[in-house]
C-alpha cells in the first residue's frame, strides 16, 4: 500500500538516520528534524490523497504549506551554518528538493532521480573525510537509502503524479493536462490575461511579467518560424533562440536584484522561465517541461498562504501562471512529442553532436576522440582570450581528462563499493567546484563565457548517475547552451573565434550523450 511502504521507508532509514545525527552534532541533528518532520507531513499528504478526490488548486497549495514551511527551513538552518559538519548540512538541504515530487506531473521519479547527485555530491565528501568512521558511513548510507527508495516507489503507486482516489467528483483543473490547447496562441492569450493581474499588484511584479509575456511571444514566433522551415545548423538555431534567452536573462536579473515584500511573485515567475527552454530538449521535452513546474509553485504556494481570501489579484497571479504552465506541458506533449516540430528534418548538421561517429571503437578511445575533436580546439580558442579564459577552460578540460582516466579504470576494474568510488572521483570533484570558484569570483568581459563552462560541468556528473545517464546530460546542456547564445548573439559576424569556442564546447556537450549511449548505457561501465 502507498501509505505503508512510505511509512517503511521511514522506518528503515530516517529513525536510525536521525539516532546517528544526534550522536554526530547539534546542528546535524537539528537539520535532519526538520527534515524528517517534512517527510512526516508528506506522510501525512499522501495518507489524504489516497482517500480523496484531487482537489482544487486553491486546496492542493494549502495542503503543501507544511511540507514547503519545513523544506525552506531546512535551507535556512544550511545557510546559516558555519562550522565542521558543513558536508552533512549541505548533503540534507540538496536532499530536500525530492519532496517536491508531489508536485510533479507527469512523470514525478525521474524528477527525483535527478536530484540526488545533488546531495551524493555532499555524501561522497563526506565518506572520503571520514572514511572508516562507521557514524558518518552509516549516516550517509541512511540518507541515500531513502533517497534512492523514492524513485522506485513514486514509480509503483504515483506514475504520473499524486495518487488521488477518483471520489466520483472531477475538480476544476482536472482536465489541464488531459486536454492541450488548440495552439500555442492559447497559451499566449492566458499569459496576457495573467499578466493584467500583474499590472494591478505593480511594482516590479508588472515589471518582470512583462518580460516573461516578451519571452513567451519571442518562443511564439520561434514555434512559427520552425513550422515554415527545415530544422538548421546548430548556429542558426542558437540565433532564432537569441531573443528569448535575453528576455530570460532580464527576469533573471529582475528577481535577483529585487529586495522587497513581493519577492515570493518574483520568484514565482524567475522560477517558472526555464520551462521555455524545453525548446532545447529531445527527444523528450514534455517531461522536462513538467519538472519545471514544481520549483515555481514553491513560491507561488507562499503566495497563496499570504493571500488568500484577502486580494483576488495576488490569488489570480498564481492560478493563471500556474494555467500557463501546466497547459504548456499538455502542448507539449499534443504537438512537439520528441522535440520542436520543424517542416521537414534534415540529415545532417555540421555541429550535431549526434552526428559524431566514434571510430576507435573501445569506450576510452572513444572518449578521447571527443577531447581531440572538440576539447583541443576549444583550449587553443581560450588561450587567444587571455589567462582567465585559458584557466577555467584548462580546468574544466582537466575534469575531462581525469574523467577519462576513471573510465579507463572502470574497464579494466570490478565496480567498488560507495567509499572506494566517492575517493575515485574526489579529483574530478575538485575540480569542478573550481570551475565554479572561478566563475564567481570573475569580473570581466567574459562573464557569460565563464557561465557557460560553470553550466557545462553539470554534464560531466554523468559517471554517478544510474540507471540513465544519457537523458540526464541532455537535460544539463541547456543550461549551458543559454549562455553560449549570449556569447554567439555578442560575437556573431564580428568575431568567429567565439562562434568556434561556442561550437566546440556544444559539440562536445552533445557529443557525451551518444558516447554515453553506446559504452555506459545504464551508468558508467564496470569490468
Known sequence: MAVSDF????????????????????????????FHEAVQEELKFIENAVTNPKPTDDDFQQSLAPISALMLRVGEVKDGYRGDFINHL??????????????????????????????????????VQHKGD???????????????????????????GIAWNSGGSVSADAGMEQVAPDGFDDLVNTVQQWKTCADAIGDKVAEIAEAFLEAVVEEQNFINGASSMPKPGD??????????????????????????NLSNHLKAVAEATPILGWVCVEPAPAPYAAEMIGASKFWSNKILKDYRGKDENHENFVYQLNEFLEGLVAYIKASHTTGVTWNKPITKSLASASNVEFVGGSSVADFQQLIDEFLVPLMELSNKFGSEVAEITDTFINAVRLEKELVETASNSSKPDDEGFAEAITPISALLMRVGELKSNYRGDFSNHFAALAEAVMALQWICIEPAPGPFVKDTIPGSEFWSNKILQQYKGSNQDHVDWVNNLNGFLKGIVPYIMKHHTTGLSWN
Open 134 to 160: 562507521e557514524n558518518h558511513t552509516q549516516w550517509v548510507n541512511n540518507l541515500n537509502g531513502f533517497l534512492n527508495s523514492l524513485p522506485g516507489y513514486i514509480t509503483k503507486y504515483h506514475t504520473t
Open 235 to 260: 548556429e542558426e538555431f542558437q540565433q532564432m533562440l537569441a531573443p528569448i534567452s535575453a528576455n530570460m536573462m532580464k527576469i533573471s536579473e529582475i528577481s535577483d536584484s529585487y529586495r522587497g
Open 7 to 34: 511509512q517503511s521507508y521511514i522506518d528503515e532509514y530516517l529513525q536510525p538516520w536521525l539516532e546517528v545525527s544526534a550522536a554526530l552534532d547539534e546542528s546535524v541533528a537539528e537539520i535532519a528534524g526538520v
Open 90 to 127: 549541505s548533503a540534507v538541504s540538496e536532499a530536500v528538493a525530492v519532496l517536491g515530487w508531489v508536485c510533479v506531473e507527469p512523470v514525478p521519479a525521474p524528477y527525483v532521480k535527478d536530484i540526488i547527485p545533488g546531495s551524493q555530491f555532499w555524501s561522497n565528501k563526506i565518506l
